[in-house]
């Protein structure tokens, strides 16, 4: 450290030969060191310097880049002036069609000198990778010599930042050396590199030059503001925000904090303190949605809570809560007004009225969630009403701002009995529609009466065999079929082909399905483009499958009944209890599907 | 797959000796703190450290207890704990927390951090601000690449996505750099390198960098080229409902690590299972290319074969019988565990797609990407919100639109938002920022001629038409470059066309011949020309930062004819679904390559989105 050796001295003149290279060659990827004295200097309006990158600098055919070019250089003038890089440096900023169409031929590093027992080879590699992943011409001569860490030109830092090397930062004392320091680091790619740097200028700028120069270095910040995201600094994290006039991500930022309030009160009473933050006028909207319906829900519990702790309130012992209300998005909200508060007057804050005028709720979105509260509860008179209610024209026809299709698929998931789903079924206009639908939910006389309608013979002598012997259904049929009205046509019925072909089939002793029970799982499927092949029961061969799938069902038509008065958990998000409820029916109807006719014990 | 295909595909090379190299090293390391120890491992590095190595290993190197960082305080009596932990400031302020609690109480131990794949400076910083840097020794394990399957490996990174494209951190830079170094140096030398992306690009420098850094074996290479390519040049792909078998597994259950979880509603049973899926699994190797469509008609023939092989025992006499039992039997009971298990596993997808009326949805989606019928695709999706319908799902679709119709106009925008945060809770605000950040949900900037058009156009007519007439204008100005970039490359295959999924003639086949996935038509375009030439026009599209390097020299070229040539190592950065894997094995077969895929992690729409939303504060 006193006397410096002939090589130290040695190292010395390299480095500063490097330096010279450094700044002097005006090259375009220096530009970026240049900028970051022109930073320092200049206290005038800054450029964005990123469009200025992707303006400038160019794909160069040459392998000519600040350090990893110096590096070579360094190399090329120190032991191995023999070899060349193997692949080309590119531009990682600008791209360049012509020139990087062509490949560059630059190597002599791929010499094929055949390949050494490879585990152990790479196995030694790995062993004292942290001397081999040097650069060779900085490992020997520094690593040997040098006393201080802080005898690194700004580059060679970076490039141990790089390596994930110990380096000492505190000599980068001027500013100017800090952001060299700095734009070095963003030249590299690393990001690694460009936060030790930020953590080392955070710590020796202060926050008002920091955020200075921060503004000129899109990069550099991006990295800062994920640093102090991760560190949770958030107080300086909205200053610099702020400092760079980017106040909606600072007011999100800021409004984000309310998830980690868990108290209800606080909360709503820190959304209303956001509501005097620089949101974007669009979401300053939400805020205060959001911040009303919290300070509703409060209301809403406690009443609530108080009403079913006094057991007076009949539907609270009929239908126990399974959750409180509290920070459930607004739907979710509406739903258990339209639930428990169904026929309260306007002016109570729990009325689905109320809440529907103060949040601006469409009338199809209203509509949807009325239709399947009601529907939860089983009240078909409230869920006729909401579709009667709307027609002024004398109540001759039900009218829906949601396709009936929809509505049968609400009512269906909701388990309504067939003489309430045959109601809405019929209303569906299409017709090929609605007998898909008819048949999913065995409407049997909507399809009996279209295909009287089509006057297709041979599609009803079809559906005749699907409904139950001797069942008031199959007695119209045949009376249908004998009465030689207009002559019924024999067209095939397009959308069964898909479930028409029989699979597998060994020795299991169960026998093909009737087509039309797994048309309704299968046509679900049915891609734009293909039909899908039916899976059958019978693909499984063997007894024991069958035994088991048969105590499934069993098991799931079980579950299934218990679950069905229940106002189940209509947790946040998901679609909660409905699909539950689905789920089950699929369940049992999907293994229906599976079991087969009756197995020969 | 039914289809022809080259048959003289390459061999790949033998991947497994990824993993017997980080065993040894995590061997060495825990050897570098002798004696018994504890060790707290990341949740989410049990998986892939469970692919790696196993407790007996762990043991044998006096590892004495095992647990999961939980961020609580700790019960061990171990004097020694070594932590295994990726780079991460949150678990780092954790174990300084141990350790200061530990001081606090007088105890004393030794401390020992593993950051794995590599340590980054803003961690040990955490240790010194904590007064604890000297208290704790930490070393480096460089596990960088997990080979799931025969050609499949994992950097099992999933934060890359969200660091390197949400908050444009560079930190895994390096780190993806480095795993290409690693493979370079197995397997290499590359004698092509073709990319494209901003990420591609960076980490193209970073291993060039350490290639010249590190000292070169020559040898024999086993991989001969190199795609890189940046998650966000293709958004679309990943946005899409997967029914190529794999993915749909993926999708609906969820494969970790190569392993997937099945419930009880597919084992029959009250517990769970986890299988293993890869090429070991003779019937999953063989259905999880196919459509899904396919894959019933194949389970049912397997099944009738399985039942034949089981009836010749019929006719048997004893000494058959013996023969049958020692060496067919177990053969066919694995084979029948197999089948029973897939078979479980196709019911119950089936079960849950019909629930959420996945027909409807496929519809929605490849209307989209044709650009058809978009005022339907928008109705569907409100109703779709109105109902609560999946979250995950609805904000897909949302971003599907955005990404195929270049955003969405400000009134659609708005009103989806509205109705999404009603549905979905108001602090969903915080992922609409973060999505539009990432450009996959934005808001079209309507441009200025046509507000002139329209305002002219407008005063002729009454409002209701005006409207009418501003959608019609703005369908008509809009340059979406999904739609342009999918005429280009003919992404979307005419809708009047048959498409025999069992017979496929293109990678379309993966979307039920819908939609050809970008990335991979970007892969099969540029090895076919060699580079980028003739696609100006659709780097420009995509916002380039392509390019295609050689290794010139005389090494190079000599071997440039080798089977080597033809085995391609595509590195997704940012994630890949398992539909673009079965697409790119497709598009091996057809031209006789063998791709090898490099992704940072595996991912699909659910996982994309998810990193998207800020569930932590």
Redesign the interface.
């Known amino acids: 450290m006193m006397m410096k050796s002939k090589a130290d001295e040695e190292d010395y003149w390299n480095s500063s030969k490097f330096k010279a290279f450094a700044f002097d060659d005006a090259d375009d990827d220096l530009s970026k060191l240049k900028e970051s004295k022109m930073a320092v200097s200049s206290i005038g309006p800054l450029i964005d310097e990123e469009e200025e990158e992707w303006e400038r600098v160019s794909w160069s055919g040459e392998p000519v880049g600040s350090i ?1 070019w110096s ?2 250089e360094m ?1 090329a003038s120190n032991q191995r002036a023999d070899r ?9 900023e600008t ?1 360049s ?1 012509n020139k ?2 062509s ?14 027992g ?2 152990q ?3 030694d ?3 004292d ?1 942290a001397l ?5 011409e900085l490992r020997k001569p520094k690593s040997e010599y040098k006393d201080l860490l802080s005898d690194w030109t700004p580059e060679e830092t970076v490039k141990r ?4 090397k110990a380096v000492s930062l505190e000599k980068f004392r001027s500013l100017q050396d800090k952001l060299l320091l700095l734009d070095l680091a963003v030249a590299a ?8 740097v930020l ?1 080392f200028l955070k710590r020796t700028l202060c926050k008002e030059v920091l955020f200075r120069e921060m503004e000129s270095r899109q ?1 550099a910040l ?2 800062l ?3 102090l ?3 949770r600094e958030q107080r300086l994290l909205l200053e610099l925000l702020r400092a760079l006039g980017r106040t909606e ?1 600072a007011a ?1 930022l800021q ?6 309030i868990t108290d209800e009160n606080k909360r709503r009473d820190f959304l209303k303190s956001c509501l005097s933050l620089q949101f974007a006028a ?2 300053l909207a ?2 205060q ?2 911040y009303t ?1 919290l300070e509703r829900q409060i209301i809403i519990e406690a009443a609530d809570r108080k009403a079913e702790r006094e057991g007076k309130v009949e539907i609270f012992q009929k239908c126990p809560r399974k959750a409180s209300i509290l ?6 909200t509406l739903y258990y007004c339209c639930f428990y508060h169904y026929n309260e007057p306007e002016g109570t804050f729990s009325s689905p009225g109320n809440v529907r005028q103060t ?1 601006k ?2 009338e ?2 209203y509509f ?2 009325a239709l ?1 509260a009601r529907a939860k509860l089983k009240n078909w008179s409230d869920v006729d009403a909401l579709f009667s209610s709307r027609n002024w024209l004398g109540f001759a026809k039900k009218k829906s701002p ?1 396709s009936f299709q ?1 509505v049968v698929d ?1 009512l269906q998931k909701n388990s309504a009995p067939t003489h309430v789903l045959q109601e809405y079924v019929a209303l569906v206009q299409d017709a090929e529609l609605r007998i898909t639908l008819a048949q999913k939910h065995k409407c049997h006389d909507i399809v009996i009466n279209t295909y009287r309608d089509m006057k297709d013979r041979h599609l009803l002598a079809e559906y005749r065999k699907k409904v139950e012997r001797g069942s008031a259904e199959e007695r119209k049929i045949e009376e249908l079929l004998s009465n030689p009205m207009a002559p019924l046509s024999s067209s095939e019925p397009s959308w069964f082909c898909c479930s028409s072909q029989t ?6 002793g169960s026998t093909p399905q009737p087509a039309d029970d797994a048309s ?2 299968t ?14 029961s ?5 007894a024991d ?1 069958q035994q ?2 048969r ?2 069902t069993t098991d799931t038509c079980e579950k299934a009944r218990s679950s069905c008065y229940m106002y189940g958990r209509r947790a ?5 209890d ?2 539950e409820a ?2 089950e029916r ?2 049992a109807a ?1 293994s229906d599907l ?1 079991i087969g006719p009756p197995a020969s014990p | 797959m039914a289809h022809g295909g080259r048959k003289d595909s390459p061999e790949l090379p033998d991947l497994s000796l990824l993993k017997r190299l980080v065993r040894d090293q995590l061997i060495y390391l825990l050897e570098q703190l002798p004696g018994k120890k504890d060790l707290f491992i990341d949740s989410d590095l049990m998986s892939p450290l469970d692919r790696i190595a196993n407790v007996s290993i762990l043991k044998q190197h006096e590892v004495d207890k095992l647990y999961k960082v939980e961020f609580k305080p700790i019960i061990s009596i171990s004097d020694q704990l070594c932590f295994l932990i990726r780079p991460r400031i949150q678990t780092v302020k954790w174990i300084c927390d141990v350790v200061n609690a530990d001081k606090a109480a007088g105890k004393y131990r030794r401390y020992k951090i593993i950051f794995t794949p590599q340590k980054f400076y803003a961690c040990e910083a955490v240790l010194e601000e904590q007064g604890i840097y000297g208290d704790v020794t930490t070393d480096e394990w460089a596990f960088y690449l997990l080979p799931l399957d025969d050609d499949i490996i994992s950097l099992e990174l999933p934060e890359f996505f969200r660091d390197q494209f949400l908050a444009g951190d560079q930190r895994w830079v390096r780190t993806a750099g480095s795993a290409l170094h690693l493979l370079y140096s197995l397997f290499g030398p590359f004698s092509k390198i073709y990319g494209i992306g901003r990420c591609s690009k960076m980490t193209y420098e970073s291993w060039r960098e350490q290639v010249e850094e590190g000292e070169q074996r020559a040898r024999q290479a086993e991989i001969g080229n190199v795609f890189l390519i940046d998650r966000d040049v293709d958004f679309v792909t990943p946005l899409c409902s997967q029914v190529v078998y794999e993915g749909l597994v993926d999708d609906t259950f969820r494969i970790k690590c190569g392993c997937v979880e099945f419930g009880p509603d597919v084992t029959s049973s009250d517990k769970s299972i986890k299988v293993m899926l890869n090429s070991q699994d003779k019937v999953f190797n063989e259905i999880r290319n196919e459509h899904f469509s396919n894959v019933f008609g194949f389970l049912s023939q397997k099944a009738r074969n399985l039942q034949t092989a089981y009836d010749k025992r019929r006719g048997m006499d004893i000494k058959q019988m013996k023969t049958f039992v020692s060496e067919e039997l177990k053969g066919l009971k694995q084979e029948h565990r197999l089948l029973t298990l897939h078979i479980s596993a196709s019911e119950s997808i089936m079960k849950k797609k019909t629930k959420q009326d996945f027909q409807e949805l496929l519809k929605t989606e490849h209307c989209l990407l044709e650009g058809f019928e978009i005022r339907e695709c928008i109705s569907f999706m409100e109703e779709h919100i109105n109902r609560q319908v999946s979250m995950i799902e609805s904000l897909r679709l949302l971003c599907l639109l955005s990404v195929t119709e270049n955003g969405l106009l400000p009134k659609d925008y708005r009103a989806l938002k509205a109705q999404y945060l009603q549905s979905y809770g108001d602090e969903h605000l915080l992922t609409f920022s973060n999505l539009r950040q990432l450009g996959l949900l934005v808001e079209q900037q309507p441009g200025e001629t046509l507000t002139v058009m329209e305002s002219r156009v407008g005063k002729l007519v009454n409002d209701r038409t005006a409207g009418k007439l501003t959608d019609a204008f703005s369908s008509l100005a809009k340059k979406s470059n999904f739609r342009a970039l999918s005429r280009k490359l003919n992404l979307v295959p005419k809708s009047d066309e048959e498409y025999d999924l069992r017979v496929p003639k293109d990678m379309a086949y993966i979307f039920s011949g819908a939609y050809i996935p970008l990335s991979c038509k970007l892969i099969e375009q540029v090895l076919e020309r060699d580079g980028w030439i003739g696609l100006e026009e659709v780097t420009r599209l995509i916002n380039g930062h392509e390019f295609a390097v050689t290794a010139g020299g005389s090494g190079a070229d000599s071997k440039s004819k080798g089977d080597s040539q033809r085995i391609i190592l595509v590195m997704f950065l940012g994630g890949c679904t398992f539909s673009e894997i079965s697409a790119l094995r497709f598009l091996g077969k057809e031209k006789g390559y063998k791709f090898i895929i490099v992704t940072t992690a595996i991912t699909n729409s659910s996982r994309l989105l998810e990193a998207m939303l800020d569930n932590h504060v």
């Open positions: 990893s590096v070579k190399a060349e890089p193997a692949f080309p440096k590119i531009s990682t791209p069609l990087s169409q490949g560059l031929s630059l190597s002599s590093l791929f010499k094929g000198k055949g390949r050494g490879n585990l080879s790479f196995s590699m790995l062993g990778s081999r992943l040097y650069t060779p930042l790089q390596q994930g790619h690393d990001g690694n590199a460009i936060t030790a953590i990069t991006r990295h503001i994920h640093l995201t991760e560190t991500e999100l409004y984000k904090e309310h998830k980690n669009e979401d939400h805020i949605d959001h319906l920070n459930m998005p607004l739907i979710t949040f709720i469409s199809k979105q949807t969630t399947a949601l929809r609400i699979l597998g089939g060994g020795g299991g309704d799982v046509q679900a499927f049915v891609g734009s483009s293909s039909f899908i092949l039916l899976f059958q019978s693909a499984r061969t063997e499958l088991r799938l105590r499934e946040q998000a998901a679609g909660g409905e699909e689905e789920e699929i369940k999907g599976l």
